[in-house]
Nanobody, 125 residues
Framework: QLQVVESGGGLVQPGGSLRLSCAAS????????IGWFRQAPGKERVGVAC????????SFGDSVKGRFTISRDNAKTTVYLQMSSLKPEDTAVYSC??????????????????WGQGTQVTVSS
């Protein structure tokens, strides 16, 4: 059974950095595209970033471009979301999701079948 689990959330001051991890089990990571999404209180879930199964393709939401990066270590079956220059508006529950696909990735939630429980990120002084 394919499962993904997020970790690394927490409280950080504005301008700070945080790295989230998405660990996959039950399936070979190098066949999975991974997407990161976030949902703030009272708002809809939005795509933050995604990375293709081989890592050659990555995409970012406009609000995080230049501040967030995404990478994967297939040997460790983990995908990382490095978040820098964090702002209070980045506060949300961040979730990762997996899709079995040969190439590319999507920032649409409908493109993913397997979801983690989410991890809270709070940016506040």
């Amino acid at each position: 059974q394919l499962q993904v689990v997020e970790s690394g959330g927490g409280l950080v001051q504005p301008g700070g950095s945080l790295r989230l991890s998405c660990a996959a089990s039950g399936f070979t990571l190098d066949h999975l595209a991974i997407g990161w999404f976030r949902q703030a209180p009272g708002k809809e879930r939005v795509g933050v970033a995604c990375i293709s199964s081989g890592g050659s393709t990555a995409s970012f939401g406009d609000s995080v471009k230049g501040r967030f990066t995404i990478s994967r270590d297939n040997a460790k079956t983990t995908v990382y979301l490095q978040m820098s220059s964090l702002k209070p508006e980045d506060t949300a529950v961040y979730s990762c999701a997996a899709a079995i696909r040969q190439s590319g990735c999507t920032d649409r939630a409908s493109g993913y079948n397997y979801w983690g429980q989410g991890t809270q990120v709070t940016v506040s002084s």
